[in-house]
């Protein structure tokens, strides 16, 4: 599910980090791509134009954060907003003061509304709870059977009696209050559409037990029609969230991704699947930068806005800009980079990375080794490595308990990097250090201290 959407943020994004400066043109063709992702995607029209004009106001009014560049900080926006539509926060299940909790589900046929209350259940075991299922869809012979079977497989009771589903319903919560069950989750009767008696019987059941949580079970494969249903639902139950079923499935999927924005309740559980553990709380944050394919790159951003001097990060990028980008200035980015925490964290955090990179072994002692180098130049040999001869370099490699081969070497990797900087437009073509001048490059001053 989403790999339409995930697949088309993906190219959009690879394309706003191509550009350094993001022009108004740039911002513009980039909201127009967004547009028609998320209709591509299947997303509700009218979501998609209110979540575009918002990205575009935030964009444009973007208070420039010196440690994201322009594209960064449109991504960042796209996966706030984002994650505001899939309703923000994860639902925080609370309890009825006087217990039993009632937890009521409705939904079209089909929808998992059966399969989510036993998954709801197993849920609920989990949090030390102890529920029992109420079977109140008396439509279909079948159903009852069925969620005893579920229910079973989940270790929660199952109530029913052969009566009507208001009289089910209201006897199923007085049996739990007599057996001493917290958590009463109560299984409806779904049609294949909307009609009025389906939605009689279930606000009758609602009218008879109170629930404290009613949610609209909504199959995620439904498409366009999955929000019809839930405006339907809301207008007559007032929904307290939705659950969203069948999330494994191959379907585009932003029809269901509208259904919380358009009736404003939270998506509260998703299932991906039909066995009873395909099933959790919903994390919206988690969600959006699913679909958006970031990893977990945002977090990393975080990170990096709380933990990185924004004056060493701002210097760098104007000394790589001006094509003065020495090894004092790589110092400082290994710093920075080190306060990001261990190496191998941050590339697990970053997206689209091939498998064997991710695996590959991150050696910390390498960089500690490459800063032990560069301690050991002088200010001039830092900022200048053409002055670095044979004699120099013993030294260096004396001094960080090197050998002159990896000082080498360290120097030759140096000399690529700015190749690759000046090649890709990074940095501009002058000179590295850009005040090589023969008095000063010949002086040796003494090593800053370790
Ligand atoms: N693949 C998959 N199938 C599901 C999921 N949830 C429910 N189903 C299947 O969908 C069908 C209808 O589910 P059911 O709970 O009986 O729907 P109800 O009519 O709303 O009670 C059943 O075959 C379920 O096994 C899910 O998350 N993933
Ligand atoms: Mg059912």
Redesign the pocket.
Same mark, same amino acid.
């Given at each position: 599910m989403f790999e339409t959407l995930t697949d088309r943020f993906g190219e959009i994004f690879t394309r706003l980090r191509g550009r350094g400066r993001l022009s108004e043109a740039d911002l513009t063709e980039a909201l127009r791509e967004i547009r028609v992702a998320l209709l591509e995607g299947d997303v509700n029209l009218e979501v998609v134009r209110e979540l575009v004009e918002t990205i575009r106001t935030r964009a444009a009014g973007a208070e420039l954060e010196r440690s994201l560049t322009p594209a960064q900080q449109v991504i960042k926006i796209v996966n706030e907003e984002l994650t505001a539509i899939l309703g923000g926060e994860e639902l925080r299940i609370t309890y009825a003061a006087r217990p039993p909790t009632v937890v009521l589900l409705a +939904?079209?046929?089909?929808?998992?509304?059966?399969?989510?209350a036993a998954k709801l259940a197993r849920w609920f075991v989990e949090q030390g709870r102890h529920p029992l299922l109420v079977a109140a869809?008396l439509q279909r012979p079948a159903?009852v059977e069925?969620l005893r079977v579920l229910g079973r497989q989940v270790g929660a009771a199952v109530f029913s009696e052969p009566t009507d589903p208001v009289d089910v319903a209201r006897r199923g919560v007085a049996e739990a209050v007599r057996v001493g069950r917290d958590v009463v989750i109560i299984?409806t009767a779904?049609r294949v559409s909307v009609d009025a008696v389906l939605m009689d019987e279930v606000a009758a059941v609602a009218r008879a037990t109170s629930p404290r949580y009613t949610f609209l079970?909504v199959d995620a494969m439904t498409g366009q029609d999955a929000v019809a249903t839930a405006v339907a639902f809301h207008e007559a139950l007032t929904l307290d969230g939705v659950i969203l079923?069948?999330?494994? +499935?191959d379907a585009r999927g932003g029809a269901a991704l509208s259904v919380a924005k358009v009736v404003g309740r939270p998506v509260a559980f998703v299932?991906?699947?039909?066995r009873p553990a395909?099933f959790e709380i919903f994390r919206p944050g988690r969600m959006a930068g699913r679909i958006l394919g970031m990893g977990d790159v945002l977090s990393l951003i975080e990170r990096a806005e709380h933990s990185l001097d924004q004056d060493v990060a701002g210097r760098a990028m104007d000394r790589i800009r001006r094509g003065r980008f020495t090894l004092e200035d790589f110092q400082d980015q290994l710093q920075q980079m080190k306060r990001l925490g261990p190496l191998s964290g941050i590339v697990g955090m970053l997206p689209g990375l091939p498998k064997e990179m991710r695996n590959a072994e991150i050696d910390e002692g390498n960089v500690t080794r490459i800063e032990a180098v560069i301690r050991s130049m002088t200010p001039a040999e830092r900022n200048d490595p053409a002055i670095i001869n044979g004699s120099r370099r013993t030294r260096i490699a004396a001094g960080s308990g090197t050998t002159p081969a990896q000082v080498n070497d360290l120097l030759n990797r140096f000399k690529e990097m700015q190749k690759m900087m000046r090649s890709s437009g990074m940095m501009a073509p002058t000179r590295p250090g850009g005040r090589r001048d023969k008095r000063k490059g010949g002086r040796v001053t003494p090593a800053r201290s370790r």
């Open positions: +939904g079209l046929q089909g929808s998992g509304k059966t399969s989510a869809d159903a069925q299984d779904g079970v079923t069948k999330l494994d +499935g299932s991906t699947g039909e395909d």
